[in-house]
């Protein structure tokens, strides 16, 4: 399936489950951060994200800080490296792809990702994954 392919079937609904896993996830928020950058990407790909799962039957599912921490993740790190291929990304970029475990791991316990709280706003990372920030002098 092509970029094109992908992204218009999730924008559309009609990709079939089987077919939209959570790399496609990752792909598809990379295509937005470049075409939209932030913050618009992060309102339009999470509108989206609620507008196929409720195509899909499971409205539910929709997870606010998943979606948002994600989505910043993709962000911070494409700003790295500008104009790099979706390929060149993945291949750089494998902890993003991997669902399990995950790399919000390491920035959220398990009770405060899969709370309820959390699935319907975001939430900031309850793990220190980053070293303070000091006051500059």
């Given at each position: 399936m092509t970029e094109r392919e992908?992204?218009?079937g999730f924008e559309s609904g009609t990709l079939a489950n089987d077919a939209f896993h959570?790399?496609?996830?990752v792909h598809v928020a990379w295509v937005y951060v470049g075409?939209?950058?932030?913050?618009?990407?992060?309102?339009?790909?999470?509108a989206?994200?609620?507008?196929?799962?409720a195509a899909k039957g499971v409205p539910g599912r929709y997870h606010?800080?998943?979606t948002?921490?994600?989505?910043?993740?993709?962000?911070?790190r494409?700003?790295?490296?500008?104009?790099?291929?979706?390929?060149?990304?993945?291949?750089?970029?494998?902890?993003?792809?991997?669902?399990r475990p995950s790399l919000l791991d390491r920035y959220y316990t398990a009770e405060t990702l899969w709370s309820d709280r959390a699935r319907?706003?975001?939430?900031?990372p309850d793990r220190a994954a980053a070293a303070p920030v000091t006051a500059p002098p």
């Open positions: 992908l992204v218009d959570h790399a496609d996830h075409r939209y950058g932030m913050p618009e990407a992060l309102a339009r790909f999470a989206a994200l609620r507008r196929f799962a606010e800080t998943i948002w921490a994600y989505l910043l993740l993709v962000a911070d494409r700003s790295a490296c500008p104009g790099e291929s979706w390929d060149a990304f993945a291949a750089a970029n494998p902890d993003l792809l991997a669902w319907r706003r975001f939430v900031f």
